[in-house]
């Protein structure tokens, strides 16, 4: 599968993750944002509104991370991360629905004010949009922290796609020194620091440190 992103970008982050899960080949086609390589029509062709990431593979062009990580999920063999019971399936699609309209829309912006804006010159977080965010973020981590009771993954006893989306988000939280208010969500953070360990995620920081 080819990947073209950009291995600071959330989304980008999530499908090498689920290509790590599987153990499947794969090539990162690193854009130049800084050009605007991707609002050339050479890119637009694959993804028309100019995001990261978009793949590659078989014949099979694709954009939008959450449905390129079910993609892969179907396409790969291995261990599966969509569960294949109908009530653990819909578990998962509601705790992605979440993480789509609840914790990207908080989190997110927050971690692009933390870590994203300094790490590509844009200068330094605005203190009181961080505050902001943070407030804001806070509601749907004690959703989660409660969704998380007794249990070490959100849909049943095993990873899915349910956790997977929230971990790039969340690991650039971590990365900018959140951790720290974050642990009052003692599920959250017991979570956190269960899945943040697979080796999927250590392979995906591995190539942010490389």
Known sequence: MKVHG????AGTQLVLMALAEKGAQHELVSLDFASGEHKQ???TALQPFAKVPAVEHDGQILFESRAIARY???AFPGERFTPADLKERALMDQWISVEMMEFYPTAHPLALELSIKPLIGMGDPDPATVESL??????VLAVLDRALEGKSYLVGNKFTLADMVYMPDLGWLHAA??????????????????????????????????
């Open 41 to 43: 029509p050479k890119y």
């Open 72 to 74: 892969i999920d179907e």
């Open 134 to 139: 943070r407030q804001k973020v806070r509601p």
């Open 6 to 9: 950009l291995i600071i970008s």
């Open 177 to 210: 020194g959140e951790g720290a208010w974050i642990s009052e969500f003692t599920n959250v953070t017991r979570w956190w620091n269960g899945i943040s360990s697979r080796k999927s995620w250590q392979s995906v920081v591995g190539k942010l440190k490389g």
